[in-house]
Nanobody, 132 residues
Framework: QVQLVQSGDKSVQAGGSLRLACTTS????????MGWFRRAPGTDREFVAG????????FYGDSVKGRFTISRDNAENTVYLQMNDLKLEHTSVYSC?????????????????????????WGQGTQVTVSA
């Protein structure tokens, strides 16, 4: 049974920074691509960032490119999302997700990483609230 445990809910003023963490247990962390998604009120789930199992390939959604950074520490079984210069529109529930890698040497692509249906396990979600 694979479980993903995320950071607690966070609040920050506009212009501030936060770092979310998601720790995986019950499986071999390096067997999973990892992703971050968000879902703001009244919106569909949106891809935020993805990272392959080795941590040498990353992809970002257009709305966060250059502002957010995804990283992973395989020794700690943890994936992070560093969020800088936060704005009101970044308020959302952020969820991490794990995708079991069936072919470790296969090419990791952005189109693959951004689809929620490709992920096998999900964290409980972290509410991020940005205030003026």
């Amino acid at each position: 049974q694979v479980q993903l445990v995320q950071s607690g809910d966070k609040s920050v003023q506009a212009g501030g920074s936060l770092r979310l963490a998601c720790t995986t247990s019950g499986g071999t962390f390096s067997n999973y691509h990892m992703g971050w998604f968000r879902r703001a009120p009244g919106t569909d789930r949106e891809f935020v960032a993805g990272i392959n199992w080795r941590g040498d390939t990353t992809f970002y959604g257009d709305s966060v490119k250059g502002r957010f950074t995804i990283s992973r520490d395989n020794a700690e079984n943890t994936v992070y999302l560093q969020m800088n210069d936060l704005k009101l529109e970044h308020t959302s529930v952020y969820s991490c997700a794990a995708d079991l890698v069936m072919a470790p040497n296969a090419r990791y692509t952005g189109s693959y990483s951004r689809h929620p249906a490709m992920y096998d396990y999900w964290g409980q979600g972290t509410q991020v609230t940005v205030s003026a």
